[in-house]
């Protein structure tokens, strides 16, 4: 059986718990999940007896490549995506689940419209589930994300000088990236310096690095379809004490969560034990976003490591740790690693080095 058969089985058993009679999966990276399909514009309906995929002519080749074990239904040009579903749902189904975190309403409107017969009942997360915990060639696909992105990662510090820009740190990353045979960058490189590195997620500017202390760099990799997703501050020259203090809080915070993570562990906890040592060093209020999140398809899926979730950790799971201080007007240190949970602790499946005296670029 493939993964992808084992996968859909799965989300049957959840779907008949959920009490509907099948799911229409609508949202791009689940379908790719639960198929392999790595084209878009696609809908996959999983009921208990029948799994069938809704596209178009684009993708009549591609799909019977990437996907020959499952049927399909193409329209053409000229016939729409409800008028496709049309050929399929009329007269089998009484309670279709649909994806109400990623369906839009323009969609969800004329669905309903159209097979007034048919209850669409919302659910949330019920793929997204499955996803949090990564099988082996998940696991493996990661792991290579991450080798692209410490490499492409490597060469653009070793040719960085004081006199580039934020985007051409950009520029290089995503070049080497390629080069090292990734897909492209996971994101945009958020490449920050001096206090630009404040804003979290600021997008790398033409401003020249010139004689700013230190420049913050956050990428990542995406190579068959899986991600990467890291963070390091680059120094110019001297370490100032400030700098210094900062980074080492950062730091703490970032071993004392590598410290209770496990399976069981809670999600609030792991973020609770980081933030502690923030708190300790006075800068609290200077660590406004939650831990980490969960990488996988997508930079940013399940789980969210904050103070709000109630679930636990799992093994198996591939979790990002990112705490950070940013002080506006100064800068902002952010350190972030990825780090598969297992049983009796984690794996920080990131290298790069993180103490100050190993990032300074000569
Ligand atoms: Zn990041
Ligand atoms: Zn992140």
Redesign the pocket.
Known sequence: MSIFQERRDKLKRLVKKSGADAILVTYVPNVAYLTGFTGDSSYLLVSDDRTLVFSDARYTTQLAEECPDLEAEIRGPGTTMVQLLGRALPGKFARIAIEAASMNVALHERLTAEFSQIEFVSSTGLVEELRMIKDKDELAAIRRAVYIAERAFGVAKAVLRPDHTEKQIADEIEHQVRLFDGTCTSFPSIIAAGPRAALPHAGATRARLGDQEFVLCDWGAREDLYVS?MTRVLVFGKVSAKLAKIHDVVHRAQLAAFDVIKHGVGLAEVDRAARKVIEDAGYGPKFGHSL??GIGLE?HEAPRLAADQKDQLKAGMVI?I?PGIYLPGWGGVRL?DDVLVTKNGCEILTHVPTALEECVVV
């Open positions: 997703d980490g999140h930079v990002t990112e972030e």
